[in-house]
């Protein structure tokens, strides 16, 4: 999952960079939920190793 937001990001750093904002808005949108994800199941999952 991680991943996948890595790639959005970049995603929206290149379409930044050309000037296309709206998809460039959207693939940091993405990424972000992806990340926020991720920590949220890491979290958990390292919970649940420890108990």
Known sequence: ???YAVIF???AIIAAV???SG???AA???????????LI???VAFLRKKV
Do not use: C, R, T
Not at 28 to 38: G, P, R
């Open 1 to 3: 999952m991680l991943h």
């Open 9 to 11: 990001l970049v995603i």
């Open 18 to 20: 050309l000037g296309f």
């Open 23 to 25: 998809i460039a808005g």
């Open 28 to 38: 940091s949108s993405i990424a972000w939920i992806l990340f926020v994800v991720f």
């Open 41 to 43: 199941l890491a979290i």
